[in-house]
């Protein structure tokens, strides 16, 4: 229908200034609640497979859900346990929403976090003895982004340079980031006496970032991770670093011929998941453990792949997903206690959680699929 | 086979892509659809083959009417469709190939499928050698294979969709001639094209298909004016050409060597000067998508020079050329041209000319809106690029070409579009070339390197061997040239 009558063609341009006009004005929202509408069909599938699970293992469902609802955001105490796994899933998820837009699987996001821990702490030892608490901190975080930053180039590079798959190269510098945590606590970080798999020694008071007392909760944690929230979205949406990541992710023949240079790119989205990355690693030591230990990924980067994958790369759905992950890891601490049950359910969970969301993913796509004219 | 079309409606939200069709084809008869691009043709058959579902009406074979899904239980029942582009597996041989689809137990006696092959390729003159890897065939003979695999299933009505794209004069023969054999044998044929010669000169029936519904059938002998008529409402204006005198040097490359298609390229030393309009013709992968990769610096050379403007450009990247204004389109729309998943407007905001850091979204779509209309380019601003029609991808890709280039380097422009839609390409490539631009294409249609170019190249094994002002030369002498006999 290349070229129909003079008048069909005005119609069809009526109806595309139509449509422009409303795209442009509900279109942001309208897509917000097909997303939501996605995600609550989800949940709704999850919560009958895991349902199914725990009746297998002989445990009423409904009392796990309720012990784990109760574990979490029973009370104020709990609340901030959850908000606490709550803020490195978040930054995490930041991060790798530049990876996943250019492409890349960053499975190394765990290794980043670690980084980002050890350089942190690096830094506040240097800060014990001095007076100036305040520069320290700060630097240490600054500090923590570019230890994240440097694991994620070191992927990035051999991707872009060496075509070394980043999933392999990622997953081998987590466990070199591991073995240099394990090594740095028990060796040339060691308490004085005894080292132990309880960690570094830990910092004193001045070097912990400041947070409310009764629920230890820091507020500074909390704005950055609103700021970067924020600053991701902006800079996905709204410049040319997104436009120009999404283009290599979608077709980097194309994006080369358009003038990009897709292996920078790569580096670029691997330099800003490092970054993110690292500051949650930095975070978990200034502002949770005070000191370096050798969990001190607790996991978090692997289950923030998790969350933006269920999030389906939607920015403003990742604090969401990280928030119900988040209480599904505190809560089912409370499982193997009021119902004799295994906490790794939490886990058996979230991973429900992914198939379902991958199940509903890809019948969504055909869906689409089908609604669309092609030639 | 007897097969009865009748109300077929597939709407695609508010695109009627078909409107109502009926449409009757008896056996052993070669029957034709004949539309321009976005007719409806490949809907209809899309619909017909099993692809994809129609929004209502009925199907009636032998004169039952029959509800599938899918193409397997449409080729159970004795349905089969050759797609434009070949549905095979690059990496397997032919035999594997020929295989697929066909072994209903656990393994299959290779051998006994070896001679099913060799025999039926025999008996409509088709030559494939069971061991080859498909990757190395031409479309035409990927074709070929695809045939005698629908063949081999027991297929009765074989659709072909626009099947002389992209294949050399010598596979179009073979083809007709094995379409008129097995018409013989009482097998129905659906040929659907937008070429009137191939209906002409295979057809016994045409309809014609124009805007989802239909606007017309003949018989055998054909009047071309009518069929046109039908076509396009209105016959198609030709196309003025422009008479510029060629300038300044403006593309040299002396003695060029590069790896890559079929044959590579070997050898090539040629100049292309200011204002120009340059022909690329030759057997597909004879060396003419190569020269194009390496004149825009996609690809590097593996012997000899190149010179731009007067510098060497020969260790240059394809974003320095760019930078100096030489423009390449490349033939593939949806692997290399275009980026599946982004909108039109995403396109045009990577592709303007100022790269501010912060994207101003709504005058990019304002933009776009006007491009779309410019370029006639049935979409919106916010459409992706894998929902268009491939003609609709074509103009779009026209329509990132910059505005001052020095060299265009285009790949197959005009491919998959219909002659109204080939004229107004080049009424707007024209524009450039009064502005001194020089254009380098390649296409498969000699007629259109005739028509409008100012010079051709004729490429055969990686080698130009022909090089020759159009209007010094004709469709003959130059049809000898692409068989390599000079």
């Given amino acids: ?375 | 086979m007897w097969i009865e079309l009748q109300d077929i409606h597939k709407h695609y939200g508010p695109v009627k892509a078909n409107n109502g069709i009926n449409l009757k084809v008896v056996p052993g008869c070669i029957h034709g659809i004949l539309g321009e691009n976005g007719a409806g043709k490949s809907t209809l058959m899309k619909i017909l083959s099993g692809f994809s579902h129609k929004t209502s009406g009925t199907i009636l074979i032998d004169g039952k009417a029959v509800n599938y899904l899918n193409p397997a239980q449409a080729s159970e029942l004795g349905i089969g469709m050759l797609y434009q582009d070949p549905l095979d597996f690059p990496l397997l041989t032919v035999l594997d190939n020929f295989m697929l689809g066909q072994i209903k137990r656990i393994s299959g006696h290779r051998l006994a499928y070896r001679h099913k092959l060799l025999e039926l390729a025999e008996s409509i003159h088709f030559s494939l050698h069971p061991d080859t890897w498909v990757k190395i065939l031409t479309i035409g003979e990927r074709q070929q294979l695809e045939i005698l695999r629908l063949l081999a299933l027991g297929i009765q009505m074989l659709i072909l969709d626009e099947p002389t794209t992209g294949i050399s004069s010598a596979q179009k023969e073979t083809l007709f001639r094995a379409l008129k054999k097995l018409a013989q044998e009482g097998k129905s044929i659906i040929l659907v094209s937008h070429k009137l010669e191939d209906v002409e000169a295979l057809c016994e029936k045409v309809t014609v298909l124009r805007q989802g519904v239909v606007t017309g059938e003949m018989h055998h002998p054909f009047e071309t004016n009518r069929l046109l008529e039908m076509m396009f409402g209105s016959p198609p204006k030709s196309l003025s050409r422009c008479a510029e005198t060629p300038g300044k040097e403006v593309l040299a490359m002396n003695r060029v060597s590069g790896s890559g298609g079929r044959t590579g390229l070997k050898d090539c030393s040629v100049v292309i000067r200011q204002g120009e309009v340059v022909g690329l013709a030759g057997l597909e992968g004879s060396g003419q998508g190569v020269f194009l990769r390496i004149a825009g610096g996609i690809q590097r050379l593996t012997a000899g020079s190149i010179h731009l403007i007067g510098r060497t450009m020969t260790k240059q990247d394809h974003h320095y050329f760019q930078r100096l204004g030489v423009a390449f389109m490349p033939a593939s729309r949806l692997e290399e041209g275009l980026i599946t998943g982004l909108s039109i407007t995403e396109h045009i905001a990577l592709r303007e000319k100022q790269k501010p850091f912060v994207v101003k979204w709504q005058r990019t779509q304002r933009l776009a809106g006007k491009r779309i209309k410019k370029f006639r380019v049935k979409g919106l601003p916010d459409s992706l690029v894998d929902e268009l029609s491939g003609g609709n991808q074509q103009r779009l890709l026209l329509s990132f070409l910059p505005p001052d280039p020095v060299l265009l380097l285009l790949e197959n422009p005009t491919r998959g579009l219909d002659m109204e839609s080939v004229i107004w390409v080049w009424q707007h490539l024209y524009a450039y070339c009064r502005n001194r631009t020089s254009i380098v294409f390649s296409s498969s249609e000699l007629d259109e390197i005739l028509m409008v170019a100012d010079r051709v190249l004729v490429f055969f094994n990686g080698r130009i061997i022909k090089d020759v002002e159009s209007s010094q030369t004709d469709v003959h002498e130059l049809g000898k040239a692409i068989a390599g006999k000079v």
């Fill in chain 1, 1 to 375: 229908m290349s070229n129909p009558p003079k008048q069909m063609f005005m119609n069809w341009e009526k109806q595309s200034l139509e449509k422009c006009k409303r795209y442009q004005k509900v279109d942001p929202m309208e897509n917000y609640v097909r997303q939501s509408q996605h995600l609550l069909m989800t949940i709704f599938a999850v919560f009958l497979f895991t349902s199914l699970v725990l009746l297998i293992a002989g445990a009423p469902p409904f009392a796990a859900y309720f012990h784990i609802f109760k574990g979490s955001l029973g009370s104020w105490n709990k609340f901030a346990h959850v908000i606490k796994a709550w803020i490195p899933l978040t930054l995490c998820g930041c991060g790798l929403l530049f990876t996943f837009r250019i492409g890349l699987w960053n499975i190394g996001v765990e290794g980043q976090v670690m980084m980002g821990a050890v350089f942190t702490t690096a830094l506040l030892r240097f800060g014990v003895d001095s007076c100036q608490a305040v520069v320290f901190l700060s630097v240490s975080l600054l500090a923590g982004m570019i230890g994240g930053a440097v694991w994620a180039i070191i992927a990035g590079f051999l991707k872009a340079k060496g075509g070394v798959n980043e999933i392999f190269a990622g997953l081998g510098l987590n466990f070199v980031g591991q073995g240099i945590i394990l090594w740095l606590i028990f060796g040339p970080w060691r308490r004085p006496g005894v080292a132990s798999m309880s960690g570094t020694e830990t910092f004193p008071i001045k070097l912990w970032l400041p947070h409310l007392a009764s629920m230890r909760l820091s507020p500074i944690a909390l704005t950055i991770v609103i700021i970067s929230l924020i600053l991701t979205g902006l800079l996905l949406k709204y410049t040319r670093i997104g436009l120009n990541l999404k283009a290599i992710g979608n077709n980097p023949n194309a994006a080369f011929l358009y003038g990009l240079k897709p292996g920078r790119f790569m580096i670029l989205a691997m330099l800003f998941a490092g970054g993110f990355a690292g500051l949650a690693g930095g975070l978990q030591v200034s502002g949770v453990y005070h000191r370096l230990i050798p969990a001190i990924s607790s996991n978090y980067g692997y289950l923030s792949l998790l969350v933006v994958m269920l999030s389906n790369y939607n920015i403003w759905l990742v604090p969401l997903v990280a928030f119900f992950f988040a209480c599904l890891n505190v809560g089912s601490i409370q499982l193997p206690m009021v119902l004799q049950l295994d906490s790794s359910l939490s886990g058996v969970i979230q991973g429900a959680l992914v198939l379902a969301t991958l199940g509903m993913h890809s019948w969504r796509k055909r869906w689409l699929q089908n609604m669309r004219p092609n030639a």
